[in-house]
């Protein structure tokens, strides 16, 4: 009797070994079916587009990775990190995450570094800053699918009004359009002030133009204080006070065609991307061109990453999945639909055709990200309302820098 139960336990399993074996030899970590779950967000702006996307690339995963299978979730940019917070609290988030780099820092605890589960060569195909953007303390934080280049942006058509034929390429040439521009009744450029605006594509370009930056280099103090700092904030302030911009953008945040330059009205600026002009200006009249020079050349652009989290049930899977997922060919396909650019070395220009696109991806190498700290969001707002106050009048340049470093530093412990 012993026997035959032994003997019956061990048919059984064998049994169960064999039908586990039989789901898929590419599954998960062991053998067995295993699954993925991946929360992105409205990258391509068309809904359907987006899910065929994923359904796709899902399909194909799973045609060579029988074992493992993938869910992918479309949920909405507003309150994305609230959401995110909760499902980690709560552990159920998602084996994978689409991030930016200034979210990397405030989720690094539960982030998986994806360094062992891309290949040399995928890792050796990043760009350079596009690699920097995503690691802290040397690991690679997430998989990144796309990047963008800001640059500047003028209305050819304002231009031709004004009789001025070359574009500015350094703040000084800026400055020194600027009287033409209001003589014939257009603003030069355009700086939103409002603290809701994101620093990084405002006041931040300047700061790293000037050969400056938000943080020290251990990232526990401020650094925008500095000559670099104050050259900034004094050549924004030039510009207002010479009446080169419209001082009302400078407290509001109304949308784009309620303002000047949905108007028409304004020459340049450095702080909208291509898809938000082309429906005010229209596409023929942008002329895009290099970030502008104070010292240095300098823009900001961010990166989509895929990044895996330490709760993913099957990590290894998970990582067969990010590394599928970011692959050059599917990565670009991506990037195009939703018009940005390739973070890979190997995909080589995707615009060549496009005089818009075309002339940004040339700025891909120039761009950065900012500092990853986990701070950054709170420094923004510290710093804006200074920026504004300064703009506005109400302090000096000194003052309202040195009032921002203080607060920016108790933040900061």
Not at 305 to 329: C, H, N, Q, Y
């Amino acid at each position: 009797m012993r026997v035959r139960k032994g003997l019956a336990a061990m048919a059984g399993l064998l049994a169960s070994a064999l039908a586990v074996t039989g789901c898929g030899g590419s599954g998960g970590s062991d053998g067995a079916t295993t699954s993925v779950s991946m929360w992105v967000y409205p990258v391509i702006s068309d809904e359907a587009q987006h899910r065929a996307f994923w359904d796709d690339k899902v399909a194909a995963f799973k045609a060579e990775n029988s074992g493992i299978d993938v869910k992918v979730e479309i949920f909405p940019w507003a309150n994305r990190d609230q959401s995110l917070s909760t499902a980690l609290a709560g552990n159920k988030g998602p084996d994978v995450v689409y991030l930016i780099p200034d979210q990397l820092p405030k989720y690094a605890r539960n982030i998986e570094p994806v360094d062992t589960y891309l290949d040399a060569a995928a890792k050796d195909d990043y760009l350079d800053n596009v690699k920097e953007s995503v690691t802290i303390d040397g690991k690679m934080m997430g998989a990144p699918i796309l990047t963008s280049a800001q640059g500047l942006l003028c209305n050819k058509k304002v231009f031709a009004a004004v009789g001025q034929t070359t574009y500015p390429k350094t703040w000084d040439e800026l400055l020194a359009m600027a009287p033409a521009f209001k003589a014939k009744g257009f603003d030069m450029t355009a700086y939103p002030g409002d603290p809701k605006q994101t620093l990084n594509l405002t006041f931040y370009p300047l700061l790293w133009q000037a050969g400056g930056d938000v943080f020290g280099s251990d990232g526990t103090s401020a650094a925008f204080n500095s000559d670099a700092g104050r050259k900034a904030l004094t050549f924004l302030k030039q510009l207002v006070d010479g009446g080169y911009v419209d001082k009302s953008l400078i407290t509001a945040l109304p949308p784009i065609e309620q303002t000047r330059i949905g108007q028409g009205k304004v020459g340049c600026v450095w702080h909208l991307e291509p898809a938000a002009v082309e429906p005010v200006w229209g596409k023929d009249n942008i002329q895009a061109l290099a970030p502008l020079t104070g010292t240095k050349q300098a823009q900001y652009g961010t990166v989509g990453s895929l990044v895996m989290l330490r709760g993913a049930e099957d990590k290894a899977a998970a990582g067969k999945w990010i590394s599928f997922a970011t692959a050059p060919e599917n990565a670009k396909e991506y990037d195009l639909a939703a018009r940005f650019f390739s973070p890979k070395k190997s995909v080589g220009t995707l615009y060549p055709a496009d005089p818009v696109l075309g002339e940004l991806e040339k700025n891909v190498g120039l761009t950065t990200v900012g500092p990853l700290n986990e701070k950054s969001r709170d420094i923004m707002g510290a710093l804006a309302p200074e920026i504004q106050a300064a703009l506005l009048g109400r302090k000096p340049v000194d003052r309202a820098l040195g009032d921002a470093e203080k607060a920016a530093n108790a933040l900061l412990g």
